[in-house]
């Protein structure tokens, strides 16, 4: 009689549009179809590594808005990777890229909606994000991570009844991160704030955008870019494990950045770069 009852119960509580428990249940209509993998678009004559403005060179290209003392920090950057080194990019020993680079996206990625979050899994070192829905307000304290803490909001723009973009905030962030491969500098404080809308192009479905918008003291003011994606048409997807540390022969020593060699030897990767410290080990005997 009681697995019976527990029955019934279910049913009157899925007519009602009710979860078990009292919740309300999730009405996946209500949501854009986001399902499946996305790439990142590339830019027609844009070559090299991506950069952050998709739609710009890298480097000073980019023209981001930076105050003379962060510009300076950049410049000094771009001559020491000119000259072997990585400047002011720290990805090289595979920490994440951290927000927002995260969604330049170098590899594909899915976008997976519940009624508490809506979750990015990138499959690429550590940059999945976790954006809550759920109508919570900022916590007190965070803890700062790369990708940082995002809370959302879905909205409705053409008032149809089923919401067609995702308003992001993020906060709580840690360095070092840089906007791309270039070294682009966010400031030392990580007091960055990112305000994004993710929404479908309305005349193709399998085209997404993501409008980022950055606030942060190394800026002069608030920077926006629009990165854009593409739905991968190969059912199913395939998702490829990436492992950034397999194979990595870049070593960091100190502040200085050297090379494992194919022979197991440390290497400089700059001309006239001098050995790290070898205080801690005994002088060779050849």
């Known amino acids: 009689m009681l697995y019976r ?3 019934g119960a279910a049913a009157l509580a899925a007519s009602l549009g009710v979860a078990p428990g009292g919740a309300l249940a999730f009405d996946e209509s209500k949501y854009p179809d986001w399902k499946g993998a996305w790439r990142r678009v590339a830019v027609p004559g844009v070559v090299g590594q991506p950069s952050y403005d998709p739609t710009k060179r890298g480097g000073q290209f980019q023209e981001a808005p930076l105050t003379p003392e962060y510009q300076a920090i950049f410049e000094a950057n771009l ?11 720290p990805t090289y020993t595979c920490l994440s890229p951290g927000m927002p680079r995260v969604m330049t996206t170098f590899a594909p990625f899915e976008i997976v909606v519940t009624p508490q979050m809506t979750n990015f899994l990138i499959q690429h070192i550590h940059d999945s994000r976790r ?14 991570t790369f990708v940082g803490y995002s809370i959302g909001r879905w909205i ?5 009844g ?13 360095g070092p991160r840089s906007y791309d491969p270039a070294g682009l500098p966010f400031h030392s404080d990580n007091q960055s704030i990112f305000k994004e809308r993710v929404y479908s192009d309305k005349n193709d479905p399998n085209v997404l955008y993501d409008e980022i918008t950055t606030f942060d003291h190394a800026l002069t003011r608030p920077w926006t870019v629009t990165k854009k994606y593409a739905r991968v048409q190969t059912k199913p997807p395939e998702w490829v494990e990436e492992v950034c540390a397999e194979g990595n022969g870049d070593v960091e020593i100190g502040k200085e950045g050297y090379f494992l060699s194919g022979d197991g030897h440390l290497m400089p990767t700059k001309k006239d770069q ?9 002088p060779s005997q050849d």
């Open 131 to 144: 954006i809550f829905t759920d109508g919570r307000d900022w916590p007190k304290k965070i803890v700062p």
């Open 5 to 7: 009852g527990l029955i």
């Open 274 to 282: 001098a050995p790290p410290d070898l205080r801690y080990f005994k």
């Open 156 to 160: 409705d723009t053409d008032g149809d």
């Open 79 to 89: 001559k020491d990777q000119a000259a072997g080194g990585q400047g002011t990019d």
């Open 162 to 174: 089923r919401y067609d973009a995702l308003e992001i905030e993020t906060r709580g962030l840690k």
